[in-house]
């Protein structure tokens, strides 16, 4: 870690000088106790596996793919999956009002569950249809064919069934049992299911966040979605098994910069090349770093989660947990000297900037008349699209680069309360399903998913994000949007028994 080193290097331990700088803070340090819901009792959820595993299979033969390129779109894979889901799940289908929405291109998928009593607040869950494509050069590494939905070794295996369609089915599954035994929900329930969440949602969650705002909902009690799903060691310095539960998401702009002149013959070349021009922007660019910032969502995850971490570290953890807006102590720069060690934990703490295209050239003996290079940014709060390409701008310092926003930029959501009902009621359910013998926590989400549509709004204030699966390791994890894409058979099970018992719990919000 960067903080031992740095000190190491004076001939001071690392325990030293944490504990020197937190005696003022000793307060802190002693109420710095776990977080976690102790003596929940499990549940079991009798489920029809057999049927559910079969229509997850089935579900993942549908290539709905999102190409970064939105005119490569396979409307027929859309339109027979929602034919798909109609026959698989017909209580579902008689029972709820069933709406295909979406703009300029209706495919996203908006259920109404209409509640006991109208006056109580809906609850909303969220997930998404589309999934990424497989790239030609990867598909010798799957050990199964990415949309064959093949059921082998004790796995469900292909693209989307671990990002997301495993969510859709689980939400559908829970919901069809309820159905069947006569159940009803106390509030009213949405499902929404979107069409373009792996290109930032603006057909699909954006319009019918909109058109549920625009229809006069004025707050829903709890929204869930996608994030992390369970993994052990999935948090650096944390062994155990994890479950983590966003309440707050970065934000997400994309910015080209080009520049645009003369071309010509290589054996001419120019001082500057157009390539070598926009190169040294870039290199500026990754050189002017957005600072460290230490977000609310980040002091709350580090009061559930720090507990549970290296002792000799809690001190800082708690001076974050417990830690004012606008200061920063001496405790927590040398936090923030130690999470920077990490590219997880590092993203936290500030916006980030990626650099993820760059296009240039047609011929080796020919110089480029363009130059193009895209950048991705996850934005704290407050870093808008203005403020971002204004930082650039100072960054680079060349009139000759254009810089325009070319995605559909959101900003950093508001932040759920994980205090309130809904986290509790999450929390409970994780632990009805899998026990207590797991580390819960809030978790502030360095990537984004849809409902940060509905999170941006007044109306949704508590919006959770997690995804309702237990994975082996962190190697189950790369599946997400990688190669060899698959969830346990058994493990699907549990994953219908949380969305059926997280129905129930809603009721007691």
Request: glycine letters at 8%.
């Amino acid at each position: 870690m960067l903080l031992r080193n740095k000190y190491a290097a004076a001939g001071l331990s690392l325990v030293a000088i944490i504990a020197a700088s937190a005696f003022a803070h000793a307060d802190d340090t002693q109420n710095f106790s776990s977080m976690q819901m102790e003596g929940v009792e499990q549940v079991t959820i009798d489920v029809d596996l057999d049927g559910a595993v079969e229509r997850l299979s089935r579900a993942v033969q549908f290539p709905t793919i999102s190409n970064q390129d939105r005119d490569d779109f396979d409307t027929a894979a859309f339109d027979d999956y929602h034919a798909f889901l109609v026959e698989a799940y017909p209580g579902v289908h008689e029972t709820l009002k069933r709406e295909i929405l979406g703009d300029p291109r209706p495919y996203s998928l908006l259920y109404t569950w209409e509640g006991k009593n109208p006056d109580l607040p809906p609850a909303l869950f969220y997930a998404h249809q589309d999934v990424v494509p497989v790239p030609d050069d990867s598909l010798d590494q799957w050990d199964q064919e990415p949309f064959s939905g093949v059921v082998a070794d004790g796995y469900i295996w292909g693209r989307g069934v671990l990002d997301d369609k495993n969510q859709i089915h689980g939400i559908l599954e829970a919901a069809e049992m309820k159905i069947k035994e006569g159940w009803q929900p106390e509030r009213t329930l949405y499902f929404v299911f979107g069409q373009d969440e792996e290109v930032g949602g603006p057909e699909g969650a954006r319009y019918i966040a909109e058109v549920l705002e625009k229809r006069g909902i004025e707050r829903f009690a709890f929204v869930m979605d996608e994030s992390a799903p369970l993994v052990p060691g999935l948090f650096p310095g944390l062994p155990d098994n994890t479950a983590l539960i966003g309440i707050a998401q970065k934000g997400f702009v994309s910015l080209e910069l080009a520049i645009n002149g003369v071309g010509g013959h290589s054996s001419q070349p120019p001082e500057e090349s157009n390539i070598g021009i926009l190169a040294k922007a870039i290199t500026r660019l990754e050189a002017a770093q957005f600072p460290y910032r230490i977000h609310p969502a980040l002091r709350h995850q580090y009061r559930y989660l720090g507990p549970e971490l290296d002792e000799t570290l809690q001190p800082l953890y708690a001076a974050v947990a417990f830690g004012k807006e606008g200061e920063m102590t001496d405790l927590e720069k040398q936090f923030v000297e130690v999470m920077a060690g990490d590219p997880v934990t590092r993203a936290m703490m500030r916006t980030t900037i990626a650099v993820t295209m760059f296009n240039a050239g047609i011929k080796d003996n020919v110089l480029p008349p363009s130059a193009t290079a895209v950048v991705n940014f996850r934005p704290m709060p407050g870093d808008t699209p203005d403020v971002i390409i204004e930082h650039v701008k100072k960054a680079i310092e060349d009139d000759r680069i254009t810089i325009r926003d070319i995605s559909a930029s959101t900003p950093a959501t508001a932040m759920a309360d994980p205090t309130g009902p809904g986290y509790k009621a999450l929390e409970k359910t994780i632990r009805q399903i899998w026990g207590n013998d797991l580390v819960v926590a809030p978790f502030f989400v360095i990537g984004g998913s849809d409902s940060k549509h509905f999170q941006a709004r007044p109306f949704a204030p508590d919006v959770f994000t997690i995804t309702g699966i237990q994975l082996e390791n962190t190697k189950e994890f790369e599946g997400f949007h990688g190669v060899n894409e698959r969830i346990r058979v058994d493990e699907y099970g549990k994953t219908i028994g949380f969305f059926y018992q997280m129905m129930d719990n809603l009721d007691d919000l």
